[in-house]
């Protein structure tokens, strides 16, 4: 074979080999490829899974567990000494306890004292019945002579409740008339002034609307109920004659009052707010099962006379604060919703209740069987430490508390959010929302300690929708 062809040969199995150590390549790097794929595919797929069953497991919770937020002391062991246990428990001036003392076991706490009689009947009217004795009786049975009082004493004692009755009061007008102009042929008449009417042509007097309001929005019964409490009292009244005065006198009445008290919200320094959904029946281009809000805002802890407000609004949307609250600035203590960023000029407060539910819900279930702390427990300490401090300063004067605050609770943040960079969660799990919301709220979550009247939580707004979702 001639030299040139055997080179070619050579060449082209050369060729051919590269082609064949290419295509295993190629071949492998697919193998790779799809073996990854299937891996990340497995592990997005196990992570759905647990996202699932925490959900199950959180669903579980709010349906059969208990709603309250309380943490007992004892839930997780060591959940209030993360950091200065032995510097917050030493205490140089105490002496060493005898062996009496030590030995001789703990006092029990002295449970608090109920209320006495007196105490809770303080605020009634009293109304003596006397019971005297016949006059008959009244001679000495011995010597016959009449006899004196010489005390009283109450034998016992028992409420009575007068049943609502309805009266029906007429105004009668005096009318006078001149008898000389009337010889004369004139007609001079002059009538006495009548008190104005609540509302022009109705039966609704200042105490009907009142009892039909209380009745309806403190102790929370409908109308058509109150409808049927009227007519056992002797009185047809249709709901709708009771939602036209409730809706007439609270627009001729209580509103001047609500713009006056929204007035001087805004010139308070701190203030509460937040929102709550509702559904409205009937609304104009709104179908019955749409969501609108119900906007709380509510004055702090400042020393002066409470406000409470409700400000109905169709949507969720910041704007709706935004002008509810213009002219105001001072602390807004809100929870994490960024609509309240719209508002300007305002030092925006968190609100360290949100934060701990997020970390309460990311809770792992019962079946755990670790004795080690879980993220959420660790979340969930820290917040349960601030507010056991907040216990402690409760009482003191704004001040003070500021004072005590500055000097205990900034390590414990500065704590927190080093350990929260640490947390690295799943996506899409409790745990991921938990650390989510406390990382978007650190701007705000230490603005409470610039003013001793500022609360750590958003307690007094949640409060507020109380009454109103009940």
């Given at each position: 074979?001639p030299?040139?062809?055997?080179e070619a ?14 295509l295993v ?5 697919t193998?790779?490829q799809m ?5 990340a595919?497995?592990a997005?797929l196990?992570?759905?899974i ?5 959900t199950v497991e ?10 309250s937020?309380k943490t ?16 917050a428990?030493?205490d ?7 062996l009496?003392?030590a ?9 608090k004292q109920?209320?006495?009689r007196?105490?809770i009947l303080a605020g009634?009217?009293?109304v003596?019945v006397?019971?005297?004795v ?6 000495c049975?011995?010597?016959?002579t009449p ?10 004692e028992e409420?009575?409740?007068i ?9 009668v007008q005096?009318?006078?008339g ?10 001079v008449i002059?009538?006495a002034?009548t008190?104005?009417p609540?509302l ?5 007097s200042?105490s009907t ?10 102790n929370?019964i409908p ?10 009292l ?7 004659t009771?939602?036209?005065?409730v809706?007439k006198?609270g ?10 008290l929204?007035q ?5 320094d ?15 281009g709104?179908t019955?099962?749409s969501?609108?809000?119900?906007w709380l805002y ?5 020393g002066?006379?409470p ?15 935004e002008?509810f609250?213009?002219g105001f ?10 609509g ?7 030092i925006?407060?968190?609100c360290?209740?949100?934060?701990r ?10 079946s755990?069987k670790?004795s080690d702390?879980?993220h ?5 300490d820290?917040?349960?430490?601030l507010?056991?401090?907040e ?5 003191l ?8 605050r500055l ?10 959010w080093?350990?929260?960079e640490?947390?690295n969660p799943a996506?899409?799990s ?12 650190k701007?705000y ?12 939580s958003?307690n ?5 929708a109380?009454?109103?979702?009940k």
């Amino acid at each position: 074979m001639p030299q040139s062809e055997m080179e070619a040969l050579i060449q082209l199995q050369k060729e051919t080999i590269e082609s064949l150590r290419q295509l295993v390549d190629s071949q492998r790097l697919t193998i790779e490829q799809m073996t990854k794929s299937h891996e990340a595919q497995t592990a997005q797929l196990n992570q759905t899974i647990a996202n699932l069953n925490e959900t199950v497991e959180y669903l579980k919770k709010k349906l059969f567990a208990s709603s309250s937020e309380k943490t007992k002391k004892d839930a997780f062991p060591g959940q209030l000494d993360l950091f200065n246990e032995a510097e917050a428990a030493a205490d140089p001036s105490v002496p060493e306890p005898t062996l009496e003392e030590a030995v001789g076991g703990y006092k029990r706490k002295a449970r608090k004292q109920k209320a006495t009689r007196e105490e809770i009947l303080a605020g009634l009217p009293v109304v003596e019945v006397p019971c005297t004795v016949p006059d008959e009786d009244r001679n000495c049975p011995y010597c016959n002579t009449p006899m004196e009082v010489i005390g009283k004493k109450v034998v016992r004692e028992e409420l009575r409740i007068i049943p609502a009755k309805v009266e029906r009061i007429q105004y009668v007008q005096e009318v006078l008339g001149c008898p000389e102009c009337k010889k004369d042929g004139a007609s001079v008449i002059v009538g006495a002034e009548t008190p104005s009417p609540l509302l022009k042509h109705s039966l609704a007097s200042a105490s009907t609307v009142a009892y039909v309001m209380y009745q309806k929005y403190v102790n929370s019964i409908p109308l058509y109920r109150q409808e049927a409490d009227w007519k056992q009292l002797g009185v047809k009244l249709s709901r709708a004659t009771l939602a036209n005065w409730v809706i007439k006198c609270g627009i001729d009445y209580m509103e001047p009052v609500y713009g006056h008290l929204h007035q001087c919200l805004l010139e308070r320094d701190i203030i509460h707010a937040d929102e709550t959904p509702c559904q409205v029946l009937k609304e104009d281009g709104k179908t019955a099962q749409s969501r609108s809000y119900m906007w709380l805002y509510g004055s702090g802890n400042d020393g002066l006379p409470p406000i409470r407000l409700y400000d109905y609004q169709p949507s969720r949307g910041g704007y709706h604060a935004e002008e509810f609250l213009k002219g105001f600035s001072g602390y807004l203590i809100c929870d994490g919703f960024s609509g309240y960023n719209k508002l300007k000029g305002v030092i925006r407060c968190g609100c360290l209740a949100h934060m701990r539910r997020y970390w309460k819900e990311a809770l792992p279930g019962k079946s755990r069987k670790s004795s080690d702390k879980t993220h959420a427990e660790i979340g969930l300490d820290y917040c349960n430490q601030l507010f056991e401090l907040e216990k402690e300063y409760a009482d003191l004067d704004a001040d003070t508390r500021k004072a005590e605050r500055l000097e205990t609770e900034p390590a414990i943040w500065e704590a927190y959010w080093s350990w929260l960079e640490t947390v690295n969660p799943a996506g899409g799990s409790r745990l991921a929302k938990a650390v989510t919301y406390a990382k978007n709220q650190k701007p705000y979550m230490e603005n409470y300690l610039l003013d001793g009247r500022c609360s750590i939580s958003n307690n007094i707004a949640e409060n507020i929708a109380r009454p109103y979702c009940k």
